[in-house]
């Protein structure tokens, strides 16, 4: 039997800052915990763990303008430069065999004029609704160019929130154009969309131009440790009603177990801040539930592939891959 292919979408990773600690203005989590402004290295040398234990694959963001704090090569608000470049290397060493790199734009907190580089007034979202593929082509570039001055390999993008969704006939076409011009490569992805609880949820073709082609790779569940950052119950007992919620420990239940049944591809998704959890770390051990557990249950069904592997195989085969008719009206 053909394996099915299974990813995980990990969003908002950034150096040091916290993308989360600048969304909430109040810098409070729902339960009025002040929300930590700042990661240590260490949760992500943990992550490496967990990922590599379980031979987990997918995509992995760099924010590179992290909550205009300065940038990756330049540096980050008072971080020291040694820090940001440990967690750069480590990032390279370790995420990025088994991850596509790839930037969530340039700050994901407020858009940057490229002229000045200066903070504008409006999220990049909130940007991104009032540009064309002119303006978008060369903001994105400058989101690639950055992760390829620090090293990375990246060929695909992640929208901050809604990024470009409202405009998706100019940001597709810019996406495509941006990586041609800053990686040569006329292949590239997309991660902008969510597909849950919709039968047959797989990656599509989303822009052609010549022989370049864009795929959008959708995340098929919810992040499932969202939930502790709103309550703060990071209780033993809720972190596996956590991981039940991705897939249930005989296998039979949860998200993944219901788009498997519905004949798609689970892509699974979670963000930096919800695997931290604050500083208990209490969504990542729901991660290393969920991987034991696909390990133990799925190991003869799924297949993990990286975003690399699945754009790979998207573009060995478009024609069975069209947009979702709940797209296409
Ligand atoms: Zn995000």
């Given at each position: 039997m053909n394996?099915?292919?299974?990813?995980?979408?990990?969003?908002?990773?950034?150096?040091?800052?916290?993308?989360?600690?600048?969304?909430?203005?109040?810098?409070?989590?729902?339960?009025?915990e002040p929300i930590l402004e700042k990661f240590p290295n260490s949760f992500l040398f943990d992550f490496c763990d967990i990922v590599?234990?379980?031979?987990?694959?997918?995509?992995?963001?760099?924010?590179?303008?992290?909550?205009?704090?300065?940038?990756?090569?330049?540096?980050?608000?008072?971080?020291?430069?040694?820090?940001?470049?440990?967690?750069?290397?480590?990032?390279?060493?370790?995420?990025?065999?088994?991850?596509?790199?790839g930037p969530e734009m340039l700050t994901h907190a407020a858009a940057i004029d490229l002229e000045t580089g200066k903070d504008l007034d409006v999220n990049e979202h909130e940007?991104?609704?009032?540009?064309?593929?002119e303006t978008l082509t060369p903001y994105i570039k400058k989101a690639l160019s950055l992760l390829k001055e620090a090293g990375f390999d990246a060929y695909g993008v992640t929208s901050?929130?809604?990024?470009?969704?409202?405009?998706?006939?100019?940001?597709?076409?810019?996406?495509?154009?941006?990586?041609?011009?800053?990686?040569?490569?006329?292949?590239?992805?997309v991660f902008c969309r969510g597909l849950r609880e919709l039968p047959d949820a797989k990656p599509w073709v989303a822009f052609e131009d010549g022989d370049r082609c864009l795929v959008s790779i959708p995340a098929t569940t919810y992040d499932r440790c969202w939930t502790m950052l709103c309550t703060g119950d990071v209780s033993e007992k809720n972190i596996l009603a956590c991981a039940d919620m991705y897939i249930t420990e005989d296998g039979k239940g949860g998200d993944i177990i219901d788009v498997l049944e519905s004949g798609g591809?689970?892509?699974?998704?979670?963000?930096?801040?919800?695997?931290?959890?604050?500083?208990?770390?209490?969504?990542?051990?729901?991660?290393?539930?969920?991987?034991?557990?696909?390990?133990?249950?799925?190991?003869?069904?799924?297949?993990?592939?990286?975003?690399?592997?699945?754009?790979?195989?998207v573009v060995r085969d478009k024609e069975a891959f069209p947009i979702p008719k709940v797209f296409n009206v």
């Open positions: 394996k099915v292919p299974m990813s995980f979408i990990i969003d908002d990773p950034a150096p040091v800052y916290s993308t989360f600690y600048v969304h909430r203005k109040n810098h409070l989590t729902d339960y009025g590599e234990k379980h031979n987990m694959k997918g995509k992995f963001s760099v924010v590179p303008m992290v909550a205009n704090q300065g940038d990756i090569i330049n540096g980050l608000g008072d971080a020291p430069m040694e820090e940001i470049n440990e967690w750069l290397d480590t990032v390279k060493e370790r995420i990025a065999p088994r991850f596509a790199i940007w991104s609704m009032m540009q064309t593929e901050p929130w809604r990024f470009g969704i409202d405009v998706e006939d100019e940001y597709y076409p810019s996406i495509s154009k941006a990586v041609y011009a800053v990686t040569g490569k006329k292949n590239s992805w591809w689970p892509i699974m998704i979670s963000h930096w801040q919800s695997m931290y959890t604050n500083g208990t770390s209490a969504g990542l051990r729901v991660i290393d539930i969920v991987g034991e557990r696909i390990k133990k249950n799925l190991s003869d069904r799924v297949e993990w592939m990286s975003f690399g592997e699945i754009l790979e195989k």
